[in-house]
């Protein structure tokens, strides 16, 4: 299973843009990158998933360099309400089709 | 709103108890997962079903057995458990098994062992 390390913690200010980003040096071929939001006593939540390049949707960005050993989670213009844990998990068919371990997660504190 | 129903939402048990948490999807997905989310550590992969069968494990005592009557239904069947057992569990579905495929979560049950 490809081992990810994430920051375990960023501080950001409402409206600023914040980038997490995630290493995953032993990353397989077919490995798929996601990421999931999970705020307190909450289960957590899909936020994006990518292979390669860039995918945006209307919550976020998920950047991808060429040799897939990291990836940037980019939210734009943040809230208190993105206040949360962000996981990212990497993983696929290589695995063995054996579900994900979620790690500690980048616990992101956003303030006024 | 995930599509996924956990219920209860709290739960307080005695050790030597026997209760039951319950979680329903009506995604018409296809494989199905129990979490343990002790505080301020990691979730934890305790079972894995997939088309109603079970295809993981995680080393989970036996004080907790899981049964899955159908792909929309999933129990978590607690007996005489210990208070290190209080934490969230979270259920989760996806359309199939495998790390590729989205997980959808409950929102819990929160128990407490006394």
């Known amino acids: 299973l490809a081992k990810t390390t994430q920051p375990i913690s960023m501080d950001s200010y409402e409206g600023q843009e914040v980038n997490i980003t995630c290493s995953h040096n032993?990353?397989?071929?077919?490995?798929?990158i996601t990421w999931y939001q999970q705020f307190p006593s909450q289960g957590p939540r899909f936020i994006i998933q990518?292979?390669?390049t860039k995918v945006t949707n209307e919550v976020a960005s998920l950047f991808i360099p060429a040799d897939r050993k990291s990836s940037t989670l980019s939210l734009p213009r943040v809230s208190l309400s993105d206040t949360a844990v962000y996981y990212c998990l990497v993983g696929g068919v290589d695995t063995g089709r054996r579900a994900l371990t979620f790690g500690s997660g980048t616990r992101l504190q956003v303030q006024p | 709103e995930t599509g996924v129903t956990q219920t209860p939402r709290h739960l307080v048990m005695g050790m030597t108890n026997k209760k039951s948490l319950k979680c329903e999807q009506h995604l018409g997905h296809n494989a199905m997962y129990w979490y343990k989310q002790s505080a301020k550590k990691p979730l934890e992969l305790m079972f894995v079903?997939?088309?109603?069968?079970?295809?993981e494990n995680n080393s989970v005592p036996s004080r907790f057995s899981p049964e899955c009557p159908n792909s929309s239904h999933l129990f978590l069947h607690l007996h005489t458990l210990q208070p290190e057992d209080s934490a969230l569990y979270l259920c989760?579905?996806?359309?199939?098994?495998?790390?590729?495929?989205?997980?959808?979560f409950g929102a819990g049950t929160r128990l407490s062992v006394l």
């Open positions: 032993n990353i397989a071929t077919n490995d798929y």
């Open positions: 989760a579905s996806s359309p199939r098994r495998g790390p590729e495929n989205i997980q959808y």
């Open positions: 079903y997939n088309f109603k069968e079970q295809t």
């Open positions: 990518g292979y390669k």
